[in-house]
């Protein structure tokens, strides 16, 4: 399975996916995790040579703000898509509070760019914990347990 948390800069994304990992984990399904912040250029050309022949299973954690960027992962099987989505005030607020901040023009940028994909989950992140979006997203999904 590839379970890919996508959204625009700021949205909480690597917060979910961490958290998610850690209640997999607890499951006893062992994912492994890639972020796209790991990557400084071809980042989606970089994580799909990873996944793409493994027998893993994976967490993947990027904006994928061009639809174009998530095509191919959607293609291989067991691919699934949640969606974080939030106001560009919530994203500049908790980029802000980040440790390593990215600049607040490409916040604006990726926010006003992104390219909503076609996603088995969409959960408004500006209005829901990472908690209970982790416990959405365990109820909603297809998610082994082993």
Known sequence: ?????????????TTVA???????????????????????????????????NSDDDW???????????????????DAVVVLLEADLETCLERNRARDDPIEERAVHIIWREFEEPDADVTIDAARTTPERAVERILRELPVPTD
Request: with cysteine; aromatic share 12%.
């Open 1 to 13: 399975m590839i379970l890919i948390v996508c959204g625009p800069a700021g949205v909480g994304k």
């Open 59 to 77: 967490l993947l954690d990027g904006t994928f703000y061009k639809r174009e960027w998530l095509r191919r992962f959607r293609a291989l099987d």
């Open 18 to 52: 961490t958290k998610l990992r850690e209640r997999l984990a607890e499951r006893g399904c062992s994912f492994r995790i890639l972020h796209s912040d790991q990557f400084s250029r071809n980042t989606y050309d970089r994580m799909y040579e990873r996944v793409e």
